[in-house]
């Protein structure tokens, strides 16, 4: 039977849920309150500059694939992706830059010339991640934990004690027990910071980061990230999904325990048989629902980690920033510190770590000729509240710290373009919880079994896609999710990757 399908929030949650149940048959609805599909994988487009508003990495490639295969598409052609190399340059304080190129021989050798026996210890190190990355495609991202059998796995059950101990374990310890060297342990560290956690308390586990980067690739989408955003769009208007931009939702019905539809901010009530919110899960849980069917009300966020919040700057800059390749991580010698300003203090730090991506160096389109297109990212704490006065100032200190480390002293006056996104803007444009940018973290008691699940406990057909619930955070992890939210509503318990016959 035709069912209606509401999502609330055009994400790349809910636009690759739509597509799902809409390919199953159902009539599905996205209700978005911008005025354009992506949320946080936005475009926006300035005096010529081109630019993705948030996600630049296109990592785990093998989700991409699979998610698009299931509409008969190769996401491969379709996106033109090219793997980028060098993957990526670090810059650190006080030692030279080092350039990860994604090739393990050439990787490996970079590792050893900075500290003897190095080089072996990254292969081990990735070796065991891509295990565990493997193991956790089979058994843990792609599963509601809903049958406990699929954890009595033989192949889980010989890993106990291993798995026991790279949960229990810190990222960072994990790290210290293969190389020694500052600059090396920050580069295997960095990306939780993608995960919106700190090395210092996120789970080693999540060492199946450094197999993305290192075994498996950066690749970039030919006409940038939001690229992905354009063909999920693409399939579901093939199939009939129908899009409702400007659409604000300010609550969802219910009747005798059932979510029975979503009324807008004008006022206007609409009705469906079942609404999947991939709206942030604090927002949806303490504004969208009345007290009486909240699952997760205001006491159960107290005890939740928020993630990190950011300032995003979007720079059009006349003339070529050499220094700069295509992804680049500028590391602080006061690591430590860094990550207990946000995470812990939750304080602005004095000079943080920045990413910052220049696309125009592999995408001539995303920049007038002879500019550059360069996006920085700081990442600071949420909850922080800034005036429109102190974020330009943190934007120009921010600035001035970037041109000190690539060694370009005119870098401010080279700006033809600039625009800034902060804590504040999360909030009021995705009705983030604490302004957070990435999502609730990945700690381990916000991780796999303990991450909110994707099901209202008290209202049957409501349900959540996207970030902040299973499996977590980031793009290909938010496909994963609208598959699971899928498999949860029909009902399919087996773990693993969808089925084309389960559509
Ligand atoms: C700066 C930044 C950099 C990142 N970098 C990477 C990266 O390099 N690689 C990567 O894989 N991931 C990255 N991520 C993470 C990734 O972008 C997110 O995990 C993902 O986009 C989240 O998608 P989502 O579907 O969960 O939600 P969102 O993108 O937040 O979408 C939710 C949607 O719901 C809408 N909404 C909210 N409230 C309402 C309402 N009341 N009514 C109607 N609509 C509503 C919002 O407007 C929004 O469009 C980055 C994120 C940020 C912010």
Not at 60 to 75: A, I, K, R
Not at 314 to 334: A, E, I, R, S, W
Request: glycine share 8%.
């Amino acid at each position: 039977m035709k069912r209606k399908v509401i999502i609330i929030g055009g994400g790349i949650g809910g636009l690759a849920t739509a597509n799902l149940f809409q390919k199953a048959g159902d009539e599905v609805h996205i209700y978005e309150k911008n005025d354009q599909l992506g949320g946080r994988a936005g475009w926006k487009v300035i005096n010529g500059f081109s630019f993705d508003t948030g996600p630049s990495w296109y990592l785990m490639p093998g989700v991409f694939e699979h998610y698009f295969d299931l509409f008969n598409l190769s996401v491969t052609k379709e996106l033109a992706l090219q793997k980028l190399s060098p993957a990526y340059k670090v810059f650190f304080e006080s030692h030279n830059p080092l350039v990860i190129t994604g090739d393990p021989g050439t990787d490996s050798q970079t590792f050893e010339s900075e500290e003897p026996g190095a080089g072996k210890a990254l292969d081990r190190y990735v070796k065991e991640g891509n295990e565990i990355y493997q193991l956790a495609l089979k058994h843990f991202l792609y599963t509601n934990f809903d049958n406990p059998r699929d954890l009595l796995k033989k192949e889980i059950i010989s890993q106990g004690p291993r798995f026991l101990k790279l949960l229990t374990t810190s990222i960072h310890s994990r790290v210290a027990s293969f190389v020694g060297s500052r600059t090396l342990q920050q580069i295997l560290e960095y990306p939780m910071v993608f995960l919106g956690s700190s090395p210092f308390s996120a789970p080693a586990m999540y060492s199946l980061m450094s197999a993305l980067d290192f075994k498996e690739g950066v690749f970039y989408p030919k006409n940038g990230i939001y690229s992905i955003i354009t063909l999920l769009e693409k399939v579901g208007r093939s199939l009939g999904v129908q899009y409702h931009l400007n659409s604000d939702v300010s609550s969802i019905t219910h009747l005798n325990g059932n979510a029975s539809g979503i009324t807008l901010s004008d006022g206007t009530r609409i009705d469906a048989d079942i609404v999947i919110s991939n709206a942030d899960l604090h927002f949806t849980e303490t504004q969208l629902l009345d007290e009486s069917v909240q699952s997760y009300p205001a006491a159960y966020w107290q005890k939740k980690e928020s993630g990190i919040s950011a300032l995003l700057l979007y720079l059009g800059v006349k003339g070529d920033l050499p220094q700069l390749q295509h992804h680049n991580l500028f590391f602080v010698d006061d690591w430590e510190k860094n990550f207990e300003d946000i995470y812990d203090k939750k304080t602005i730090p004095a000079s943080a770590s920045l990413y910052v991506c220049k696309p125009s160096a592999t995408d001539p389109k995303v920049a007038p000729k002879g500019y550059e297109n360069v996006f920085v990212l700081v990442p600071l704490p949420t909850g922080a509240t800034l005036s429109a006065d102190e974020t330009s100032t943190l934007a120009a200190k921010f600035i001035q710290q970037l041109a000190i480390s690539i060694d370009q002293p005119d870098l401010h006056d080279r700006i033809v373009t600039q625009d800034i996104f902060g804590p504040d803007d999360f909030e009021s444009r995705f009705n983030a919880w604490e302004g957070t940018a990435l999502g609730v973290s990945h700690l381990l008691k916000q991780s796999a079994f303990w991450r909110t699940p994707n099901k209202s406990k008290k209202l049957r057909n409501l349900y959540y896609v996207g970030g902040n619930t299973v499996p977590g955070v980031g793009l290909p992890m938010c496909l994963i999710s609208a598959e699971l939210v899928y498999k949860r509503v029909m009902n399919i318990k087996r773990s693993g990757p969808l089925e084309k016959s389960a559509l």
